[in-house]
């Protein structure tokens, strides 16, 4: 079984910067891609990047592109979110998820079947 723990979240002032970690256990081998994912009050829960495990393509939305950035350490089993200028509208609790399955779409909830917990991340105005 895989599982995903997130940290590294927390409270920032616009403008500012934070580093999201998600570790995993179990069954890497068998991951295709991981991606964060957030759910704002009052919005659904929405694609923010994604990287595939093995080439290290990456993805992400368009509200993030130039400020976020998503790596991982494959010695670690471990996906980074680098956050940069941060805005009060990028307040949310952000969830890491793995999805095994290649033909689904990264973008999508729907094709991830691994869930952290979800941490939060607050940026102040």
């Known amino acids: 079984q895989v599982q995903l723990v997130e940290s590294g979240g927390g409270l920032v002032q616009a403008g500012g910067s934070l580093r999201l970690s998600c570790a995993e256990s179990?069954?890497?081998?068998?991951?295709?891609?991981l991606g964060w994912f957030r759910h704002a009050p009052g919005k659904d829960r929405e694609f923010v990047a994604a990287?595939?495990?093995?080439?290290?393509?990456?993805y992400s939305t368009d509200s993030v592109k130039g400020r976020f950035t998503i790596s991982r350490d494959n010695t670690k089993n471990t996906v980074y979110l680098q956050m940069n200028s941060l805005k009060p509208e990028d307040t949310a609790v952000y969830y890491c998820a793995a999805t095994t399955y290649i033909g689904g779409s990264v973008y999508r909830t729907t094709s991830y079947s691994y869930w952290g917990q979800g941490i939060q991340v607050t940026v102040s105005s």
């Open positions: 179990g069954r890497s081998f068998s991951i295709y891609a």
């Open positions: 990287i595939r495990w093995n080439s290290g393509i990456t």
